[in-house]
């Protein structure tokens, strides 16, 4: 069976500091990777998605990249983070003939 | 663009009484329609999903849902809620892979349910 992993659960960082979350996928190959972020009352906002190694699409202008250095690995960065970036971080993902998505169990970020 | 709309921002029902939860949508298209639910600090679990075919899917945790074209809707039911099912819910549109949809999911804003003993 599929499994996803986030790391880590809860992160608490200053303004201006740097950022890297992590998302890896077991048990399928070549699965489409989501990022989303989600903010109090304000539902999920989709971040970026990657339908293969190095191949990363952005939704959402901001301050954050992907990428997707391994097959089944998902990666979520900031050089320098925002007050603004607060917030519930999901990974999902999706096998390539299905289209329903499963998610990560997701990383709580709070910028100080 | 696709678009959906969760009309209700909470809910509270008694526990042993029957639900409905909300859902319309914007879209061009068959659309691909799913319910998740999610638990304080958890990721989202599907509880069921339309692609097409009989309208009234069923899902895990004894929820239904029925897709109505016509109303562009997807409302949530469960006969008979437990005092466990107090969550966040979400409904959302995809476009689907074959449609060019491998740019995810449109969620609604969620609805939160809460139960009364």
């Known amino acids: 069976s599929q499994t996803i992993h986030q790391w880590p659960a809860t992160l608490v960082q200053p303004v201006g500091s740097p950022l890297s979350l992590e998302c890896t996928v077991e048990?399928?190959?070549?699965?489409?990777l989501y990022w989303y972020r989600q903010a109090a009352g304000r539902g999920l906002q989709l971040l970026f998605y990657?339908?293969?190694?190095?191949?990363i699409s952005s939704e959402v202008p901001q301050n954050l990249s992907a990428s997707r250095p391994q097959d089944r690995q998902f990666i979520l960065s900031s050089k320098k983070l925002l007050l603004s970036d607060s917030g519930f971080y999901l990974c999902?993902?999706?096998?390539?003939?299905?289209?329903?998505?499963?998610f990560g169990p997701g990383t709580r970020l709070t910028v100080t | 663009a696709q678009s959906v709309t969760q009309p209700d921002i909470h809910i509270t029902v008694s526990e042993g009484a029957s639900l409905e939860l909300r859902c319309n949508y914007s879209?061009?298209?068959?659309?691909?329609l799913f319910w998740y639910v999610q638990s304080p600090g958890q990721g989202l679990q599907l509880l069921l999903k339309?692609?097409?075919?009989?309208?009234l899917v069923q899902g895990i945790k004894g929820f239904e849902a029925e897709f109505k074209r016509s109303q562009s809707s997807f409302n949530l039911r469960k006969p008979s809620v437990h005092w466990s099912d107090a969550a966040e819910y979400f409904c959302?549109?995809?476009?689907?892979?074959?449609?060019?949809?491998?740019?995810?999911?449109?969620f609604g804003k969620g609805t939160h349910l809460i139960i009364q003993p």
């Open positions: 339309y692609f097409s075919g009989d309208t």
């Open positions: 990657s339908i293969g190694i190095d191949q």
């Open positions: 999902a993902w999706t096998r390539d003939s299905v289209y329903e998505q499963y």
């Open positions: 959302a549109v995809g476009a689907g892979l074959s449609g060019g949809g491998a740019d995810g999911l449109t």
């Open positions: 879209y061009g298209a068959t659309p691909y």
């Open positions: 048990g399928t190959s070549n699965p489409n």
